[in-house]
């Protein structure tokens, strides 16, 4: 085999029913870019039709991109591809993590793992380079991912990278993890490793990733990237008022400034001005422990860590003592959702009444290390929304036994008492009772539990699709119709940044309006928050390219977190960005030449084929009216209020069908139920899909 350029070249596949270990070339999936899109197509081709998630039949690809390994900045992801059990068609979908699981893959030789059938005892996967065993993991059964993680790299040795799963995990739980690191979870997929009995997969390589390009062209190339990388989810301006800045924006997750410390460090580090031109000060400028949990968190925060490449670095890293207390080490990471989920159990919120307060901070971190220890996924801070629907509708008290109902500790949670959280996630872990339902999704608890129509219309439980149960992740309030059409194009809730990355930037509307025209042709592409203006093409194009540029980061593999440098901070470009520079990192890693155009519509096949997918297991091609659905309340809001008026973040129902037409129009779908047509499915080198759609009567 000739040498591999960006790829590794080859393609693990490990059968946990037979014991057989093989491998493959990567190149005939080389139009699928990488990780997703390698998901996709092996799923496409090899999962029957009314597989469940917990059949052996399923199977799980761990999924590395071209560019992850290089050392490109913020290239760190690992996209993991299976059938969701919350899903209550369990459609095909994505979860993510990052860390350094997904370099070492590459550094062992392998652009994908794909595991399949399962075993009929608890093992783990051994994977030293092109050394790979199935060994016994009888002794790892039962622990949680910290002591996991532990016992693999002692095995093994130093540099071993491990992902691996809980307590949830183990019980098939739906709302289960796959970890790696200490604080980085890919949610929703742990319960399909439960189901195979594989308990952990454990990687040390020390393999090379090649780069055709000239060594000196790639320097240069991060250099100019570095100069335009903002903070956290790109935003490029900080958040209060800085000597050698324009603007500032106190939304900005860019926190660094003088006088603001990594106060737990020996001795404390100053994140100081961070002028954008000094590419050195890149990682001081997203302190976010005092973005998520306020000033208290400055004398805790030890450092700020992150995933492998990235110099961004937005997992803050505290040390805690009272989390001792629970049992657990004083060191705590963690970033966004993993630190506020926990909060939105605590229902009656904290005792000391201060969301920023001390007591808050000890609730978000134990939270964290309980719900990352035993693998248990939040669904986007759904769970705590559906444990607040029944228990402020008085439902628990109806469905639970009794002696469960009182064994609960209930005064805990009244007084908001963190040790509440103690008692919950072990219930949800271990499927404790009939409470732990809850671990099953909003879907199927809601359905179990006979919610009211409310649980759906009240915007208090964030439901999004009713036909999915997933929850809001950045729809209508993020830039109106695009957020929105995003939201209803896959199976779990949206994980897209690409939009909130641009709107969220802290740039000046009027700017980010002026940059919009650029990239998608007018202005018009964004409105002014809460004062929204009815659908146009030029909003579909906004939202066709954040979706394909999300598809092809989560293949090539980049974060969506950071990725497209659509913006920069830099006032001498006019806060311009660069986004043809995926295209040029790519062309440089692989030596094929590639255009901006050429890898968006790569991206456009990755995504065409995962919407043939759904409509293949869904078996119809109305995906306007039995998929991309939306709860009444984003249409209801404020009553007496109409849509487009300023101050409301509603939509309006006719207008929201012509932007789904609008959509389906610019992706080639069919216009009236937003299906696949054979003619794009052609166009995009998908004839073979085309072809089996035919046959089971699935083209519009």
């Known amino acids: ?139 790892l059964w039962g622990k949680g991912t910290f002591d996991t993680t532990a016992e693999v790299t002692k095995m093994m040795g130093d540099n071993t990278h491990v992902a691996c799963i809980g307590q949830a995990g183990e019980n098939m739980v739906n709302l289960a993890t796959i970890m790696t690191g200490k604080s980085h979870s890919a949610g929703g997929h742990g319960g399909i490793l439960g189901s195979k009995k594989l308990k952990a997969i454990g990687i040390r390589g020390t393999k090379p990733v090649n780069i055709a390009g000239d060594r000196s062209e790639w320097i240069e190339l991060d250099k100019y990237m570095m100069s335009l990388i903002g903070a956290n989810n790109q935003h490029v301006v900080p958040n209060s008022p800085q000597p050698w800045a324009e603007y500032h924006n106190p939304g900005s997750r860019w926190t660094g400034k003088e006088g603001l410390y990594w106060g737990g460090a020996n001795p404390p580090v100053e994140t100081g001005v961070c002028d954008p031109h000094d590419m050195n000060s890149v990682g001081l400028r997203t302190q976010k422990g005092v973005f998520d949990h306020g000033p208290l968190a400055e004398d805790l925060t030890v450092r700020m860590g992150g995933c492998q490449a990235c110099p961004v670095r937005c997992h803050s890293q505290l040390k805690v003592s009272k989390l001792k207390d629970y049992g657990f080490s004083e060191y705590i990471a963690n970033t966004c959702m993993g630190y506020f989920s926990p909060g939105g159990i605590m229902i009656k919120g904290w005792s000391d009444g201060e969301g920023r307060g001390e007591v808050a901070l000890l609730g978000r971190t134990l939270g964290a290390s309980l719900a990352d220890d035993y693998g248990v996924w939040c669904n986007y801070g759904q769970i705590g929304r559906d444990f607040k629907y029944a228990y402020e509708k008085g439902i628990l008290e109806k469905v639970l036994p009794k002696d469960e109902y009182d064994s609960i500790p209930w005064d805990k949670l009244e007084a908001g008492d963190p040790e509440f959280l103690v008692d919950f996630y072990r219930r949800i872990a271990f499927k404790e009772g009939e409470l732990s339902h809850l671990g099953e999704g909003a879907s199927w608890v809601s359905k179990r539990w006979n919610f009211g129509e409310d649980f759906y219309t009240d915007n208090a439980y964030k439901i999004w699709s009713p036909q999915m149960g997933f929850p809001v992740h950045h729809s209508n309030e993020a830039a109106s119709q695009v957020g929105a059409l995003i939201s209803c194009m896959f199976n779990r809730d949206a994980q897209c940044h690409t939009h909130i990355n641009f709107t969220g930037s802290g740039l000046p509307i009027e700017l980010q ?103 293949k297991q869904m078996g119809t091609i109305d995906m306007r009216n039995q998929h991309d659905r939306i709860a009444d309340w984003v249409f209801d809001d404020d009553p007496d209020v109409k849509p487009f008026t300023e101050g409301t973040d509603k939509l309006d129902r006719e207008d929201m069908e012509l932007a789904l037409t609008m959509f389906y129009k610019e992706m080639g779908w069919d216009e009236k139920t937003g299906a696949p047509t054979k003619e794009t499915l052609v166009r995009l080198g998908l004839s073979d899909v085309a072809d089996q759609l035919a046959e089971l009567k699935l083209l519009p």
Do not use: Q
């Not at 986004?579 to 519509?601: M, V, W, Y």
């Not at 096949?605 to 919407?611: A, G, K, S, V």
């Open 513 to 615: 309006r002026e940059i919009a025209g650029e990239v998608w042709g007018s202005p018009d592409a964004l409105d002014i928050p809460k004062n929204y203006t009815p659908m146009n093409e030029y909003k579909a194009k906004f939202a066709k390219w954040s979706i394909v540029r999300n598809v092809l980061h989560d293949s090539l593999t980049l974060c969506n977190w950071m990725w497209p440098m659509t913006l920069s901070p830099l006032k001498e470009r006019g806060y311009r960005g660069d986004t043809s520079l995926e295209s040029k990192f790519l062309t440089l890693a692989t030596g094929i030449n590639f255009t901006e155009a050429e890898l968006d519509l790569a991206g456009e096949r990755i995504f065409t084929l995962h919407r043939a997918m759904t409509v």
């Open 1 to 139: 085999m000739s040498k591999a350029y960006g790829w590794a070249g080859s393609i693990l596949r490990v059968n946990l029913t037979t014991g057989v270990i093989s491998a493959e070339e990567t190149s005939k999936y080389k139009n699928y870019i990488g990780g997703m899109g390698f998901g996709y197509r092996i799923m496409w081709d090899e999962v029957p039709v009314g597989t469940k998630p917990f059949d052996a039949e399923n199977k799980v690809i761990f999924g590395a991109g071209p560019l992850t390994g290089t050392g490109m900045p913020c290239s760190g992801r690992t996209n993991i591809t299976s059938l969701l059990p919350s899903n209550p068609y369990h459609l095909i979908t994505d979860s993510h993590m990052g860390g350094h699981f997904s370099p070492a893959m590459k550094y062992a030789g392998w652009d994908a793992i794909i595991i399949e059938g399962a075993s009929d005892k608890p093992v783990w996967l051994k994977i030293e380079n092109d050394n790979v065993s199935i060994e016994d993991a009888s002794g």
